[in-house]
T-cell receptor, first 114, second 110 residues
Framework: DGGITQSPKYLFRKEGQNVTLSCEQNLNHDAMYWYRQDPGQGLRLIYYSQIVNDFQKGDIAEGYSVSREKKESFPLTVTSAQKNPTAFYLC?????????????FGDGTRLSIL | GQQVMQIPQYQHVQEGEDFTTYCNSSTTLSNIQWYKQRPGGHPVFLIQLVKSGEVKKQKRLTFQFGEAKKNSSLHITATQTTDVGTYFCADPNTGNQFYFGTGTSLTVIP
């Protein structure tokens, strides 16, 4: 079955540590997205990528970094500069272009600070 | 950036009662999408509305796009416990970004 796989499901970060969240898709989608969701809140866009080797900042990119070396993969690094990283992180993909395509989401990664 | 507001933020209903969530945009939308997120889960696409004044139905769910394409609503008739979750509207068209609404969390009391 085609889909999006996020790993790990749960992640704990120590002070001053960088951690990387994995997102892999086999839907052959060009566009991929990372969102942050805080308890009882909506989805806020961190980074998005419309094509391999290109990505743009979303509304809350500070303290995060991404890469897009392969179409299937869009890992997110939560750096030590992100002072409040505890949240639910969701990766999504879609067919880019006209904005008429839905987003498909992974199961998410819950990140907590130790 | 784009603002997509939803009201109410929370709604508790008795099973069998109706439920409505409203989505309002600060700008005119080309189209609007609706998603449902079950507790502990991820958002799942429900439907897309494109035309001014469009109304679409999925069983007990009725989706409407405003005439001015700046607002939308989702109405659930005779709620069931399976309807529990958070419902989001989304603007998929502003600068290649998706802007999700703030969401309405629905609790259904058996």
């Amino acid at each position: 079955d085609g889909g999006i796989t996020q790993s790990p499901k749960y992640l704990f970060r120590k002070e001053g540590q960088n951690v990387t969240l994995s997102c892999e898709q086999n839907l052959n989608h060009d566009a991929m997205y990372w969102y942050r969701q805080d308890p009882g809140q909506g989805l806020r866009l961190i980074y998005y990528s419309q094509i391999v080797n290109d990505f743009q900042k979303g509304d809350i990119a500070e303290g995060y970094s991404v890469s897009r070396e392969k179409k299937e993969s869009f890992p997110l690094t939560v750096t030590s500069a992100q002072k409040n990283p505890t949240a639910f992180y969701l990766c999504a993909s879609s067919v880019p272009g006209t904005g008429n395509q839905p987003q498909h989401f992974g199961d998410g990664t819950r990140l907590s600070i130790l | 950036g784009q603002q997509v507001m939803q009201i109410p933020q929370y709604q508790h209903v008795q099973e069998g009662e109706d439920f409505t969530t409203y989505c309002n945009s600060s700008t005119t939308l080309s189209n609007i999408q609706w998603y449902k997120q079950r507790p502990g889960g991820h958002p799942v696409f429900l439907i897309q509305l494109v035309k001014s004044g469009e109304v679409k139905k999925q069983k007990r769910l009725t989706f409407q796009f405003g005439e001015a394409k700046k607002n939308s609503s989702l109405h659930i008739t005779a709620t069931q416990t399976t309807d529990v979750g958070t419902y989001f509207c989304a603007d998929p068209n502003t600068g290649n970004q998706f802007y999700f609404g703030t969401g309405t969390s629905l609790t259904v009391i058996p």
